[in-house]
């Protein structure tokens, strides 16, 4: 590893965090890896202030300047919140110019016009990436600039004219604006909110389509037409189009151009008609190619999700957050669909408890899941194999159509019929077998043992006479391949917002003496967020958790309501572990989070 063009190779494959441990290694590491750190810079609002802060330790926001500041022999520690060992930690608008030449990816977190147009003249044919929040003349210098280089361009907000202004002033704005993107030759992710697309834009407009394989709009204005003599957008592969001004047939037509999707995100304003999208599904031969889909925030109904899942027979990713994804949608998945790795229903109130657990217990390729509300009454069901077995609540929303199928899964090896009704069916199920015990005795455990990142509210915990934290924690213990872990529990989360119960009473009691320890598996663990969770570790808890995670980076949530503790952990961890980021400001008895 001493050759520095071996170690340069491998430090493009590192992540921000990895890159600022590697520069601490040594001064040779130091002197390779650095130019690596300036490729992407994020510019926040303490880069122009110059602020140290409480979280200096955020390393999002911390580029360190040189391995000598944080190889000098360090301060004592310090409970106050601005520490002598954390300043410069923030990269001032001097040292960001001093090494704008050796940045590839420029991202704007704030507006900063000022420092956006002393960029003008360091950046020449170099940015692969650029995202600003708003269009202006320096951004139009800076794109122009980089056109032989610039690959992707993201604006958040394109369209800064005031609202008074004419529609003759709007039309000139928008001009200039493709004109500029279709000087852009080898652009091939477009990202933009708030564009307007007039009707004389349709030549400029799709000759830029033409060229991406990424296009994202929303909340945009689209008044063009969409002819049927509208040339196909064959190397389009991802498009987004949320809560545009555009009629949902006049979306479809332009959806339909895109014969090669793999990706489609889609919601509109108004009322969806789920024949258009059936239609468009129907006219991709011989399959529709979609692998991953985003109806998140819809109004179509459960059978009209689960009706738009059977069109779509490679599909691996489906989003639907805030939907009314329900037990039809729910039973769909777990029969015909247990090769998706990720599934995000996160805020699907129709959703319920044991459809959550269903699903967990019939998928096991998944590698990314985001839920509701799961009880911990359904993650250990007091179920066994008798003439006389109470159904599940999934089957008892689903009706009898799915019921017989719904049987395949929850029958026990061997049964051939439960209640009286046959399973109607060979005994195999496209669906893994949830009963692996013996005696008939029903097993409830999770089978995406390869899940990486779990987002779930608990709920039910409290009551004693469930165990519910050891159920919980068994069950999360199983996934070592875990690298991403959000908690919340709707009880402590609705009790902290309306302030009627401390927050201190509520939460699950991750301690070790609470069975903690059974969570030691979690090798791979990155993340750990809890900042819905009001918790009261001690630093004994905390010790554990950064011994048995060597892997934590980030902790988002504040680890305990007790201050002496608090400043006690904070101290420990900016100590031992600086390369861990926390994310959490602590407020007396309750906390605010900062994410």
């Given at each position: 590893m001493d050759l520095p063009e071996i170690l340069a190779q491998v430090g493009l494959f590192l992540d921000h965090n990895d890159?600022?441990?590697?520069?601490?290694?040594?001064?040779?590491?130091?002197?390779?890896?650095?130019?690596?750190?300036?490729?992407?810079?994020?510019?926040?609002?303490?880069?122009?202030?110059?602020?140290t802060t409480p979280t200096a330790r955020d390393q999002s926001l911390a580029l360190p300047l040189s391995l000598g500041t944080r190889a000098s022999s360090p301060s004592p520690p310090s409970s106050s919140p601005a520490s002598p060992a954390r300043t410069e930690t923030y990269p001032s608008t001097a040292v960001i110019l001093e090494n704008a030449r050796r940045v590839h990816t420029l991202i704007f977190n704030i507006h900063a016009p000022s420092l956006?147009?002393?960029?003008v003249p360091l950046l020449n044919n170099q940015l692969v990436q650029l995202q600003v929040l708003q269009y202006s003349d320096d951004i139009k210098h800076i794109l122009l600039a980089n056109s032989s280089t610039l690959v992707h361009f993201k604006c958040l907000y394109n369209a800064p004219l005031p609202l008074t202004a004419t529609t003759p002033e709007r039309v000139e704005h928008a001009t200039g604006f493709w004109d500029t993107i279709a000087q852009l030759p080898k652009l091939r992710g477009l990202e933009l909110s708030g564009a307007f697309v007039y009707e004389d834009h349709d030549e400029s407009f799709f000759s830029i389509c033409c060229r991406l394989s990424s296009l994202v709009l929303k909340s945009c204005r689209i008044y063009t037409r969409f002819r049927p003599g509208t040339s196909a957008l064959p190397q389009l592969r991802r498009l987004e189009m949320t809560m545009n001004a555009l009629a949902s047939d006049a979306q479809f037509a332009f959806i339909t151009l895109c014969p090669n999707l793999t990706h489609l995100a889609w919601n509109t304003t108004g009322s969806i008609p789920s024949h258009s999208f059936l239609r468009y599904l129907s006219m991709r031969n011989p399959q529709c190619p979609i692998e991953c889909l985003d109806l998140s925030g819809t109004a179509?109904?459960?059978?009209?999700?689960?009706?738009?899942?059977s069109h779509l027979t490679l599909l691996k990713r489906f989003?639907?957050?805030?939907?009314?994804?329900?037990?039809?949608?729910?039973?769909?998945?777990?029969?015909?669909?247990?090769?998706?790795e990720e599934l995000i229903l996160r805020g699907c109130t129709l959703l319920?408890?044991?459809?959550?657990?269903?699903?967990?217990?019939?998928?096991?390729?998944?590698?990314?899941?985001?839920?509701?509300?799961?009880?911990?009454?359904d993650m250990n069901p007091p179920l066994t194999a008798s003439k006389s077995l109470p159904l599940p609540k999934l089957i008892q929303n689903l009706g009898k159509r799915s019921l017989v199928s719904s049987m395949r899964l929850l029958v026990p090896t061997g049964s051939s019929s439960v209640a009286g009704i046959s399973n109607g069916g060979p005994t195999e199920s496209t669906s893994p077998r949830v009963n692996d015990s013996q005696d008939g005795e029903w097993s409830?455990?999770?089978?995406?043992?390869?899940?990486?990142?779990?987002?779930?509210?608990?709920?039910?915990?409290?009551?004693?006479?469930?165990?519910?934290?050891?159920?919980?924690?068994?069950?999360?213990?199983?996934?070592?391949?875990l690298r991403k872990l959000v908690l919340r529990d709707y009880c402590s989360y609705s009790s902290f917002v309306s302030q009627k119960v401390p927050t201190t009473t509520l939460g699950p009691q991750m301690r070790i003496y609470k069975g903690m320890s059974k969570l030691a598996p979690l090798k791979q663990l990155r993340m750990l967020d809890v900042q819905w969770i009001p918790l009261d570790m001690t630093l004994d808890d905390v010790k554990w958790m950064v011994q048995q995670w060597p892997r934590l980076r980030h902790i988002r949530g504040v680890l305990t309501c007790n201050p002496r503790e608090y400043?006690?952990?904070?101290?420990?961890?900016?100590?031992?572990?600086?390369?861990?980021r926390v994310e959490g400001v602590y407020y007396g008895m309750e906390y605010i989070n900062r994410g």
């Open positions: 890159l600022v441990a590697c520069i601490r290694v040594s001064h040779g590491w130091n002197n390779v890896m650095q130019p690596l750190i300036w490729r992407r810079i994020v510019v926040h609002q303490a880069s122009l202030l110059n602020l956006v147009q002393e960029l179509l109904t459960d059978g009209e999700l689960a009706n738009i899942l989003y639907a957050a805030q939907s009314f994804v329900s037990g039809l949608c729910c039973h769909f998945i777990t029969t015909s669909k247990t090769d998706l319920e408890s044991s459809m959550i657990q269903s699903l967990l217990m019939s998928l096991p390729k998944l590698r990314r899941f985001a839920g509701y509300v799961l009880k911990t009454d409830s455990k999770w089978v995406c043992l390869e899940l990486e990142e779990l987002d779930v509210t608990f709920s039910g915990f409290q009551d004693p006479s469930t165990n519910g934290m050891q159920i919980i924690f068994e069950q999360l213990s199983a996934l070592t391949m400043n006690r952990i904070e101290q420990f961890l900016e100590q031992d572990y600086p390369e861990i």
